[in-house]
């Protein structure tokens, strides 16, 4: 009988045999929890009962907590177009270990859709729900002793990622140890390099690409003689570049533990806080040392990519300024002039780029030279650099005093977070209470399914807000180390001779400019710089 041939009408149950097994269930060391023998007890039950056998449905290496296992999915595809009517398991620990998952599928699901459930070594009555419960927990303290086992390796500084990142290889006489692979290694110090200079992360992958060097995947495709699948993959990108600039184990370290899943049940991928990442120093030798390290890091990632102008300069302040009216950027402008000896006067200056595109009735010009732009940065970096060597602490206290809206913010999410928290720790009470309940047959099962519903659902919003504060508790440095870093960054810039782009990039975050106004006849504008790491603001008046 061919598949999907629900038209027919069956006398005898159309039976699936559903098995499953996953490492939680110790392959091996029960001979009855093996798929082979799985397979054979229920096939042999099927025909000693005389019924017909639709289909064996195998998922090998799937955890029980995990619905979306393929032939499972395939099989309740089957039972929702009929093709189905019977579902033969050995346990209820086969068809899944999350007791809210099985109670709604044998209890809802599947009556709803006429199809029996018989499991082989146990009895589906009300105390269905229990051992359902019983595995589940089962299911969760098998994921905590694994958790547990991988905090210690981390805290080892033992590698436990599956892949060693570009520029390393794992050691062949310990796995959970990097070493240096010479082949690549220089690449990555090419792009640290090119990162200090100032180059933007595009920038450096087009540069890559252009000179034919293999992306990490394609990499690591040839070193297996394979055929990369994935064509996409064969190129370098903005965000690969990222990736291998924020990598500390490109300096010896190894940082485990950024990301985990929601629980034993939700197995969807979420970032961590800092506070709970694990970081080991010195666990392997470096790639590129702590100096170009550091510079690489202080350039921030800008999302604006400055265009080169028709001589092939780039302006020296592109994707920096800002008009303090609209807040869009300021464009770059250059003037030309043939002077009577016949020599060319250039000047260049920015304007708001909304006052460009739409003119004054959208917003003022916002207009400023780039040499009284330079003269401004030039010497309150300058001046900042000297008063920190004559008195690092009390720039230290100065930024920190300006950094209290951080610091509050920070505070205020905290306690939003642990508020969250509880909620979700009520919320699991009061479905294990329901439970309970239910088993006790103090609540019918319609009541008992509205609750779980609205607990899960309750559940689920909760989860998300507490990702989502996580997120923005971690965007939020700690002050100390940012006003550490700044005053690191000001004192490698001591007098310099000329400002560049890779010193601007390095200090400042955006430079804000104000419309000109004219104080004792002549035009000035304020200008505030706002540097990386301290939230730190500066007024200067420009004269011109």
Same mark, same amino acid.
């Given at each position: 009988?061919?598949?999907?041939?629900?038209?027919?009408?069956?006398?005898?149950?159309?039976?699936?045999?559903?098995?499953?097994?996953?490492?939680?269930?110790?392959?091996?060391t029960?001979?009855?929890?093996?798929?082979?023998?799985?397979?054979?007890?229920?096939?042999?039950?099927?025909?000693?009962?005389?019924?017909?056998?639709?289909?064996?449905?195998?998922?090998?290496?799937?955890?029980?907590?995990?619905?979306?296992?393929?032939?499972?999915?395939?099989?309740?595809?089957?039972?929702?177009?009929?093709?189905?009517?019977?579902?033969?398991?050995?346990?209820?620990?086969?068809?899944?270990?999350?007791?809210?998952?099985?109670?709604?599928?044998?209890?809802?699901?599947?009556?709803?859709?006429?199809?029996?459930?018989?499991?082989?070594?146990?009895?589906?009555?009300?105390?269905?729900? %229990?051992?359902?419960? %019983?595995?589940?927990?089962? $299911?969760?303290?098998?994921?905590?002793?694994?958790?547990?086992?991988?905090?210690?390796?981390?805290?080892?500084?033992?590698?436990?990622?599956?892949?060693?990142?570009?520029?390393?290889?794992?050691?062949?006489?310990?796995?959970?140890?990097?070493i240096v692979?010479?082949?690549?290694?220089?690449?990555?110090?090419?792009? %640290?390099?090119?990162?200090?200079?100032g180059?933007?992360?595009?920038s450096?992958?087009?540069?890559?690409?252009?000179?034919?060097?293999?992306?990490?995947?394609?990499?690591?495709?040839?070193?297996?003689?394979?055929?990369?699948?994935?064509?996409?993959?064969?190129?370098?990108?903005?965000?690969?570049?990222?990736?291998?600039?924020?990598?500390?184990?490109?300096?010896?370290?190894?940082?485990?533990?950024?990301?985990?899943?929601?629980?034993?049940?939700n197995?969807s991928?979420?970032?961590?806080?800092?506070?709970?990442?694990?970081?080991v120093?010195?666990?392997?030798?470096?790639?590129?040392?702590?100096?170009l390290?550091?510079?690489?890091?202080?350039?921030?990632?800008?999302?604006?990519?400055?265009?080169?102008?028709?001589?092939?300069?780039?302006?020296?302040?592109?994707?920096?300024?800002h008009?303090?009216?609209?807040?869009?950027?300021?464009?770059?402008?250059?003037?030309?002039?043939?002077r009577?000896?016949? $020599?060319?006067?250039?000047?260049?200056s920015?304007?708001?780029?909304?006052?460009?595109?739409?003119?004054?009735?959208?917003?003022?010009?916002?207009?400023?030279?780039?040499?009284?732009?330079?003269?401004i940065?030039?010497?309150?970096?300058?001046?900042?650099?000297?008063?920190?060597?004559?008195d690092?602490?009390?720039?230290?206290?100065?930024?920190?005093?300006?950094?209290?809206?951080?610091?509050?913010?920070?505070?205020?999410?905290?306690?939003?977070?642990?508020?969250?928290?509880?909620?979700?720790?009520?919320?699991?009470?009061?479905?294990?209470?329901?439970?309970?309940?239910?088993?006790?047959?103090?609540?019918?099962?319609?009541?008992?399914?509205r609750?779980?519903?609205?607990?899960?659902?309750?559940?689920?919003?909760h989860?998300?807000?507490?990702?989502?504060?996580?997120?923005?508790?971690?965007?939020?440095?700690?002050?100390?180390?940012?006003?550490a870093?700044?005053?690191?960054?000001?004192?490698?810039?001591?007098?310099?001779?000329?400002?560049?782009?890779?010193?601007?990039?390095?200090?400042?975050?955006?430079?804000?400019?104000?419309?000109?106004?004219?104080?004792?006849?002549?035009?000035?504008?304020?200008?505030?710089?706002i540097?990386?790491?301290a939230?730190?603001?500066?007024?200067?008046? $420009?004269?011109?």
């Open positions: 009988m061919s598949r999907r041939s629900s038209q027919y009408f069956f006398v005898l149950p159309l039976t699936a045999a559903y098995v499953r097994l996953s490492k939680e269930d110790g392959r091996g029960e001979e009855s929890v093996s798929i082979e023998n799985q397979k054979m007890m229920l096939v042999k039950h099927i025909r000693d009962n005389g019924w017909e056998l639709a289909e064996i449905y195998q998922d090998d290496g799937f955890t029980g907590t995990n619905q979306k296992r393929p032939a499972f999915q395939r099989m309740i595809a089957d039972v929702k177009s009929g093709f189905i009517n019977t579902i033969l398991i050995k346990d209820l620990s086969r068809l899944g270990r999350n007791y809210l998952d099985v109670g709604n599928l044998a209890e809802i699901f599947l009556p709803d859709h006429g199809c029996e459930l018989i499991s082989l070594n146990e009895k589906l009555d009300d105390m269905m729900v %229990f051992r359902n419960w %019983f595995n589940e927990q089962h $299911s969760k303290s098998t994921s905590t002793k694994v958790r547990a086992a991988k905090k210690v390796s981390a805290q080892n500084g033992k590698f436990l990622g599956a892949y060693a990142p570009y520029g390393f290889r794992k050691d062949p006489g310990n796995r959970h140890k990097l692979d010479e082949n690549t290694a220089p690449v990555v110090r090419r792009i %640290f390099q090119m990162r200090a200079g180059m933007g992360f595009r450096i992958a087009a540069k890559l690409n252009e000179d034919g060097i293999a992306s990490p995947r394609e990499y690591y495709y040839q070193q297996q003689n394979r055929k990369n699948p994935i064509k996409t993959s064969g190129v370098w990108s903005k965000n690969s570049i990222i990736d291998i600039i924020q990598n500390e184990a490109y300096i010896g370290n190894l940082v485990s533990g950024k990301s985990g899943t929601i629980s034993y049940k197995h991928q979420v970032r961590k806080g800092r506070e709970e990442w694990i970081r120093e010195a666990t392997h030798e470096p790639i590129v040392d702590i100096e390290w550091d510079k690489a890091q202080s350039l921030k990632a800008k999302k604006y990519i400055p265009n080169r102008r028709a001589d092939g300069e780039t302006n020296l302040f592109a994707g920096l300024l008009c303090s009216d609209c807040g869009f950027r300021l464009k770059g402008h250059v003037e030309r002039r043939q009577k000896d016949g $020599s060319e006067y250039k000047a260049v920015y304007i708001c780029s909304t006052y460009a595109r739409s003119g004054k009735n959208a917003c003022a010009i916002h207009s400023i030279n780039e040499k009284a732009l330079v003269d940065v030039l010497g309150h970096i300058n001046s900042s650099a000297q008063m920190i060597e004559l690092e602490d009390r720039m230290l206290n100065a930024i920190l005093s300006q950094q209290s809206d951080a610091i509050s913010y920070r505070a205020a999410y905290q306690s939003e977070l642990d508020s969250q928290k509880k909620q979700i720790g009520k919320l699991d009470l009061l479905i294990e209470s329901l439970y309970e309940d239910k088993i006790s047959g103090l609540i019918p099962s319609s009541l008992f399914k609750q779980i519903e609205k607990y899960e659902k309750e559940r689920v919003k989860s998300q807000v507490v990702v989502d504060l996580e997120k923005r508790i971690n965007s939020i440095k700690p002050s100390q180390s940012n006003a870093a700044w005053t690191k960054s000001m004192k490698q810039h001591i007098t310099p001779e000329s400002i560049s782009v890779e010193t601007l990039y390095a200090l400042i975050d955006k430079i804000i400019v104000s419309e000109a106004q004219y104080v004792c006849g002549r035009r000035a504008c304020d200008v505030k710089i540097y990386n790491f939230s730190k603001v500066d007024i200067h008046p $420009s004269y011109g």
